[in-house]
C-alpha cells in the first residue's frame, strides 16, 4: 500500500472488540466439496465424444455416473477405433452408454435424447461448432452454422426439459472466453457464446439449474491438442493453457453452483446476481508479462482486466511495465539528484515529464503510445482519484510531496516535469 503501485482503491475497516461488533470469522476452508452422482440417475451430454467430452465422462463415472447419453450427429454411427475403444473403457467401468444420432438443433432429436434418459437429472451443453472468418467476408451460412448448436441447441434442450417436466440438479453450458474479450475471425463464435451466458443469466432468473463455463484454450485434450502448430503459436504470444485437472475443477464448481441460489423467486430472479453466481471466466491469464513486445494478448488493455495490472512482471502481469519504469527513473536520480547541471539539461524535465506520463497511462489503463506531454492532463485523464494515486508515486520516485491540487493545476505533463526538476534544485 506505501508503494503506491496498486489499481483502484484500497478501503480498511478497524473494528472494536465489544461483543457487539462485527468479527471476521478468520477461519479457512481448505477441503474441497464432495461431488457424487445420483447411480440411479441419467446424464445427458451433447456432444462429448471429443477430447473434452470424454475427460469430463471419465469424472462423471469416476463420480457415480452409471448411465450417460451422448447426442451427437455422429453417435453410434462412427466407426472410428478410439471411439469404439472410449464406449468399452465406460462400461468397463460399470457406466451404461446410450448413443441418440441426431442434431441439437433440431427439436425431435433433443426429445428423442431426453427420452432415452430416464430420470435425467444433469445436462451437459459441449456443442460447438467453428466456422471463422473475418466478419466482412463472413457468410450467413457461417454465422448460422457456429451459431445454432449454442443458441438454438440451447433453447431446445431447456424447451424439452420444461415440456416434459424434467427436474434437473445441474445444466452446465460449455461457453467460451472469446465471448467475453473476442476473437479475430469469431464473431459467429464470440456471439454464440454471449448468448450462452445471458441464457444462464434468464434461466436462473426462473429459479431452474444453469451455470456457464467461458474456457479459454485447454492444453492435451481436445481441438487445439491435435493442432501442434496451431498450439506452439498460442503459447508463443503468452496464452495460457488451461490443463485437464484444472477443467474438471470447473466443472465440479458448475455443477455445485448449478441449482438456483435460493428458493425465493425473488431472490432467484436478481439477474446480477444470477450472473455472478452461475457464470465464470476459466483460463484467462497470460504467461508472457503484458507489457512484454511479444505479448499479443487482445485483452491486455481491456479496462474490464485492470486487475491484471497488479501482478508482478515475474507472474505475467503488467504492472511491471510501470515499475521497471520507475526503477529506471530512481536510478537515474540517485546519480542526477547532486548534480545541478544535469538536473538543469533540458532533457531532463522532458525525461521526466515522459516517465510521469508513462506512470499515468498505466495507473488509466492507456497505451503510452498515445501519450503527448503537452496536452491538458484532463484530456489525458488525470482527475482527481488519479491524482491521489500520482502523488503516492510521486513521494516514492521523487522524494518530495506534491498535492493533489498542485497536480491538477500543473496544466500537462511537460509543467509537471519542469516542477519537478525546479523543486529538486532547490533542494540541492
Same mark, same amino acid.
Given at each position: ?8 482503491? *484500497?478501503? $480498511?475497516?478497524? +473494528? ?24 440411479? =440417475? ?21 463420480? /457415480? ?41 433440431? !427439436? ?22 467453428? +466456422? ?26 431447456? #424447451? ?7 427436474? !434437473? ?5 460449455? #461457453? ?24 444462464? +443469466?434468464?434461466?436462473? #432468473? ?9 474456457? @479459454?484454450?485447454?492444453?492435451? *485434450? ?28 470447473? $466443472? ?25 453466481? /452461475? ?33 508482478? #512482471? ?36 522532458? !525525461? ?34 488519479? =491524482? ?20 491538477? @493545476? ?19
Amino acid at each position: 500500500m506505501q508503494q503506491g503501485e496498486h489499481m483502484g482503491k *484500497i478501503v $480498511v475497516s478497524i +473494528r472494536g472488540e465489544g461483543p457487539e461488533d462485527i468479527r471476521l470469522d478468520m477461519a479457512v476452508a481448505t477441503k474441497t466439496v464432495e461431488t457424487r452422482l445420483d447411480p440411479a =440417475a441419467s446424464y445427458l451430454l451433447v456432444g462429448g465424444l471429443g477430447g473434452l467430452g470424454r475427460a469430463v465422462s471419465r469424472w462423471l463415472v469416476e463420480h /457415480n455416473a452409471r448411465r450417460l447419453v451422448y447426442l451427437s450427429r455422429t453417435a453410434g454411427a462412427s466407426t472410428r477405433p478410439e471411439d469404439q475403444d472410449f464406449i468399452r473403457e465406460l462400461a468397463s467401468m460399470g457406466c451404461e452408454v446410450v448413443l441418440v444420432q441426431g442434431s441439437v438443433t433440431d !427439436l425431435a432429436d433433443v426429445t428423442k435424447a431426453i427420452k432415452a434418459a430416464p430420470n435425467l437429472k444433469g445436462i451437459l451443453q459441449m456443442s460447438m461448432v467453428l +466456422r471463422d472468418e473475418g466478419f466482412s467476408r463472413m457468410t450467413l451460412d457461417q454465422w448460422t452454422e457456429a451459431c445454432a448448436p449454442k443458441i438454438r441447441g440451447t433453447w431446445n434442450l431447456h #424447451s424439452a426439459t420444461m415440456d416434459q417436466g424434467v427436474s !434437473l440438479d445441474f445444466f452446465v453450458l460449455f #461457453s467460451s472466453i472469446s465471448g467475453v474479450i473476442g476473437q479475430p475471425g469469431q464473431a459467429n463464435y464470440a456471439s454464440a457464446n454471449t448468448f450462452l451466458d445471458a441464457f444462464a +443469466r434468464y434461466r436462473s #432468473s426462473l429459479g431452474l439449474a444453469v451455470s456457464a463455463i467461458d474456457i @479459454g484454450a485447454v492444453d492435451g *485434450i481436445g481441438v487445439i491438442s491435435n493442432n501442434e502448430n496451431l498450439r506452439r503459436a498460442m503459447k508463443a504470444t503468452g496464452a495460457y493453457m488451461i490443463k485437464e485437472h484444472e477443467l474438471l475443477e470447473a $466443472v465440479r464448481a458448475a455443477i455445485h453452483l448449478s441449482p438456483p441460489p435460493s428458493d425465493d423467486p425473488a431472490a432467484a430472479s436478481t439477474a446480477q446476481m444470477a450472473a455472478a453466481r /452461475n457464470a465464470f471466466v476459466l483460463g484467462l491469464a497470460s504467461t508472457l508479462p503484458l507489457n512484454s513486445p511479444d505479448n499479443r494478448s487482445i485483452w491486455k488493455r481491456d479496462i474490464r482486466m485492470a486487475a491484471y495490472q497488479n501482478v508482478n #512482471s515475474s507472474d505475467g502481469g503488467g504492472a511491471g511495465a510501470a515499475n521497471s519504469s520507475s526503477s529506471g527513473l530512481k536510478t537515474f536520480l540517485a546519480t542526477a539528484r547532486h548534480d545541478a547541471a544535469v538536473l538543469k539539461d533540458g532533457a531532463t524535465a522532458a !525525461l521526466f515529464a515522459q516517465e510521469i506520463g508513462k506512470k499515468l497511462c498505466a495507473l488509466i489503463l492507456k497505451p503510452e503510445s498515445d501519450l503527448q506531454t503537452n496536452v491538458p492532463l484532463a484530456e489525458l485523464g488525470m482527475d482527481s482519484l488519479v =491524482a491521489i494515486e500520482m502523488r503516492s508515486w510521486w513521494r516514492q520516485v521523487f522524494g518530495f510531496d506534491i498535492s493533489v491540487l498542485e497536480l491538477l @493545476g500543473m496544466g500537462s505533463l511537460d509543467a509537471l516535469g519542469a516542477w519537478a526538476v525546479e523543486k529538486l534544485v532547490a533542494a540541492l
